[in-house]
Each structure stands twice: as structure tokens, then as C-alpha cells.
């Protein structure tokens, strides 16, 4: 979820396309872009679909594609490719192909995948076109990556990620944390959550209070959670953690949980874990 606070959906109408799978002429389609954090796509009551996104904190991005055609003569998969053109100008094909399945008798299909991510030199700041094809072109969208705001007035002070990690009633320490985004509500103690930050040129050192809560799917909050970023120079970067729960495992309700941080009572970010 990971530009977190501002989102917008972005669609674009195609004129008539014909694509050569089976019988269908898509008379429409729609492209909706989304954050995956990782590993299984995003159910689509999860996804926040959005134009922009944050360099420092994005991991992957999803193309979900809905198509409306003419009632279709017969059920088939219908296989999606899509590509990225870079700001530089490089094209990079989507991680995943998504499969659609078009039912007979059906005017209408929606489907997605999680299509590209960073890389090793991570995103450039700037506008990104995508394409998407079925044999033939369906159409083309854009987003724009940025940095985003300074999250202090007085210095370039950036949120880089956000990451949650099993743990005990001390906080696991930072070399031997497995982090993951599902928990099992039979093994789940102590849910821990790791803010990291970037700080290029810091001059001086301080104290940064961070308030994180989490908040479950029956409204329910699990009480705030107090600490504190150590600001070190000549650090460029830096973490602080942790957790919240129970001493025994089986007390976790299941359902999906939003962990919610706060500076100095500004909104930083807004992510997700599930406990099943």
C-alpha cells in the first residue's frame, strides 16, 4: 500500500479491439493498477488501485484487466501479456502472464496479476507507460513513481518500508527476523512490525516517536504502540521495531488486520497482515 494517502483509479476505454483467442471481439477494456507486496495477487476487496506510487517503498505493482465483448460462444483462458516502459525508455515484460477465463454466454471478465517489481536498481522517479496484449493490443495506461514528502520539515527523512515478523516479548532481533504478511491464528504470539527509513546527509542526531496501532476487520483496536527512531550520523538509513500480542499462541481472532504509524500524529502509512 505502500504516495499512500492520496489514491486514485485510474481506467482507460478503448475503442473496439479484436484479439484472436476463440470467438471474442472486446469492445472494451479497462486497466486498473495496484501495490503487491508480495506472494499470492491481492483479492480484489484488498487491492488499492492508485496511479502513483512511492520508489523507496513499492515492491510490485498488479495490472488487474476487465474486459467487456460480445456474449462469448464458448469458455476458454484467455492469456494477457503486458509490458513496462521505463522513464529512460527500457521495456521490461510483466513478471506473469494473467490468465482470464471467459465463460460461454458471459459479456464481461476481470482479472489480475502481480506484473512487475524494482528490480535490482529499484524504480526510477518518473512517468511509466504499461501496455497489455491478448495476440493483439488491448490498450495502454501510465503511472508515475516519486519519492514522496519529507516526513520532517528540517531534514530528507523518508519511509522506505514497512515489514512485519513473528516475535517474542522481546523483539526478535533484526538479523533473525522472518518476515511475512500471514499468520497462523493457532501459532501467532506476538506480531512484530518493523519501520525502516532512509536519511541521506544527516547532520544531526535525535529522536523520531513513531505510534503504530493495529486495527482489526471487526473494528476492533489493538491497543498503540509507543517507540522511538534513533536518528544516528552519519547513518544514510536505519530501522526500529516492534511487537504486540499475547505470551500464548490461539489468542489472535482471525481476519485481516490494517497496521496503522503515525509521527507525531501525521499518517505515514497504511499496511495489511492476516492472521488465518
Known amino acids: 500500500m505502500k504516495a499512500r494517502f492520496s489514491r486514485w483509479i485510474l481506467a482507460v476505454a478503448l475503442v473496439p ?10 469492445t472494451q477494456a479497462t486497466f486498473r493498477l ?6 499470492f495477487v491481492l483479492g480484489g476487496a484488498k487491492r488499492v488501485y492508485t496511479y502513483y506510487f512511492n520508489t ?4 510490485y505493482i498488479g495490472v488487474e484487466v476487465t474486459l467487456e465483448y460480445a456474449p462469448a460462444a464458448s469458455s476458454f483462458q484467455l492469456s494477457i501479456g503486458c509490458q513496462m516502459t521505463r522513464p529512460d ?28 517489481g524494482a528490480g535490482k536498481d529499484g524504480w526510477q522517479a518518473g512517468i511509466y507507460k504499461v501496455t497489455c496484449s491478448a495476440s493483439r493490443p488491448l490498450g495502454e495506461t501510465s503511472f ?14 523518508r519511509l522506505k518500508d514497512v515489514r512485519f515478523f513473528p516475535t517474542g516479548a522481546r523483539v526478535t ?53 509507543s517507540f522511538v527512531y534513533k536518528l544516528e550520523p552519519p547513518a544514510p538509513s ?3 521495531a516492534i511487537g504486540l500480542g499475547w505470551d500464548q499462541p490461539g489468542k489472535w481472532p482471525k481476519g485481516d488486520y490494517l ?13 495489511r497482515f492476516t492472521v488465518w
Open 89 to 116: 525508455g527500457k521495456v521490461v515484460d510483466g513478471i506473469w502472464k494473467i490468465g482470464m477465463t471467459i465463460t460461454a454466454g458471459s459479456t464481461r471478465a476481470v482479472d489480475a496479476n502481480y506484473m512487475f
Open 173 to 225: 532481533p533484526l538479523a533473525e527476523r522472518n518476515y511475512e504478511d500471514r499468520f497462523s491464528a493457532s501459532e501467532a504470539t506476538r506480531i512484530g512490525i518493523e519501520l525502516s527509513f532512509v536519511h541521506p546527509g544527516l547532520s544531526k542526531s535525535g529522536e523520531v516517536p513513531i505510534d503504530c496501532y493495529y486495527l482489526a476487520s471487526s473494528g476492533y483496536v489493538m491497543g498503540t504502540l
Open 238 to 240: 536505519g530501522s526500529a
Open 17 to 26: 479491439v479484436a484479439v484472436q483467442a476463440q470467438s471474442i471481439t472486446p
Open 259 to 271: 497496521a496503522i504509524c503515525q509521527i507525531h500524529g501525521r499518517p505515514i502509512s497504511v499496511d
Open 56 to 59: 523507496l517503498r513499492t515492491r
Open 34 to 39: 495496484f501495490e503487491q507486496p508480495s506472494g
Open 144 to 157: 508515475q513513481m516519486s519519492p514522496g514528502p519529507s516526513l520532517l520539515a528540517d531534514t530528507d527523512f
